[in-house]
């Protein structure tokens, strides 16, 4: 379930929150709603950055990594 989450669904507020509480109820832990926004508010979006250069670095690097990448936008 945590892998088809990070794959696909990353960008749902819900299941971040839902994740997170899970995560700290698991550990016995309890953190502040507000604190759990900002968590949400940040680490998603960082990782879509870093996923996205991440690609346009590889598509720089490689000519057959870039061919690769735009069939797949095609698609």
């Known amino acids: 379930m945590e892998c088809g989450f990070f ?3 990353y ?3 819900l299941g971040w929150e839902t994740v997170i509480e899970m995560v700290l109820d698991h550990y016995g ?3 502040d709603q507000a ?6 508010a ?3 979006v960082t990782i879509d950055a870093c996923f996205k ?9 490689s000519a057959f990594d ?3 990448l ?3 936008k095609k698609n």
């Open 35 to 40: 604190s759990i926004y900002i968590f949400v």
């Open 42 to 44: 940040i680490v998603p």
């Open 70 to 72: 735009s069939h797949a």
């Open 7 to 9: 794959c696909c669904r």
């Open 11 to 13: 960008h749902s507020e």
């Open 66 to 68: 870039g061919v690769v």
């Open 53 to 61: 250069l991440w690609v346009r670095l590889l598509n720089h690097l």
């Open 29 to 31: 832990l309890q953190a």
